[in-house]
Nanobody, 116 residues
Framework: QVQLVESGGGLVQAGGSLRLSCAVS??????????MGWHRQAPGKQRELVAA???????NYADSVKGRFTISRDDASRTVYLRMNSLKPEDTAVYYC????????WGQGTQVTVSS
């Protein structure tokens, strides 16, 4: 059974940075065999894709975070990261790690709050 555990959320001032981590366990394959992503859900809004990375290493980002957020992975530690720079109050949300394939799974989420 795949388990995704997020960490790194917190309270930060606008313009600041955070790095979220998603530790992947319960697998025997490499992260290079998996499609992973970060999603977020703000109060009263639908969950949305923020960034994704394919097994082949291709990345894509929501328009709202392009140039500010970077998704990356480290296979040795089985961790997927989301580096968030130049944070804005509208980035405030619960951020979720997602494995799209081969075993669709969600993490429990980590709160990110950006104060103005």
């Amino acid at each position: 059974q795949v388990q995704l555990v997020e960490s790194g959320g917190g309270l930060v001032q606008a313009g600041g940075s955070l790095r979220l981590s998603c530790a992947v366990s319960g697998i025997i394959f490499s992260l290079y065999d998996m499609d992973m992503g970060w999603h977020r859900q703000a109060p009263g809004k639908q969950r949305e894709l923020v960034a994704a990375i394919t097994s082949g290493g291709s990345t894509n980002y929501a328009d709202s975070v392009k140039g500010r957020f970077t998704i990356s992975r480290d296979d040795a530690s089985r961790t997927v990261y989301l580096r968030m720079n130049s944070l804005k109050p509208e980035d405030t949300a619960v951020y979720y790690c997602r494995m799209t394939s081969p075993y669709p799974s969600w993490g429990q989420g980590t709160q990110v709050t950006v104060s103005s």
